[in-house]
């Protein structure tokens, strides 16, 4: 059990919770925007779904909140770059990989935040709010409810050093082996300075818990 399984209630973001919840603030501004005015425009054109878990003793407080979208990785992408180590990465533990030729089913997390004050907490030594979201969404997306089977679970993360290792610490990989593949997958010249950086989690290691 973590803090918000035992103190929060997960729910759909929409009008009437940006009307009557106190606004989202995290430490990316970026995410702040895009909690505060541009999630229901991104639901309307069925781009992304957002979620946010509310407190229970004060549901107008919003703990945390993700978006979440239907992705896919391009294997054909990744053959073009020549990086061999990425094709492993995706086929390992894959029965009958060849079978699929072209796309191996993900989720992706458009945009994910903790409200600062609770970025820290935890419950009786547990894991911090901003480790257990992770742990939440990947459990969620392979439960029995979920409409959609996926396999993976990726983020473009941006390419700062505390976001890359919150991802590395919580079990995601880089997809491409360095910088230079991801360039090349991206038709990017070498000198130009990436973003984000392409990280997957395979949930099948979460399914076999």
Known sequence: MGFLTDNCILHKMDEQILKYCHPFVCVDEGVNDFFQREFIEYENNLFANSYCFLLKKNPKIIVAAFAISSDSINRKLINTTKDKQAEKKIRKNIPHSKEFKNRFPSVLIGQLGVVKSFSKKETKGESTVS?????FIKKWIIDSDMKIASRFLIVDAINESPVLKYYENNN??????????????????????????????????????
């Open 131 to 135: 480790e257990e979201i992770l742990d």
């Open 172 to 209: 995601f990989k880089y997809l491409f082996s360095d910088e230079d593949f991801e360039k090349a997958s991206l038709n990017l010249a070498k000198d130009v300075t990436l973003k984000t950086r392409l990280m997957v989690f395979d949930l099948i290691t979460v399914k076999k818990l």
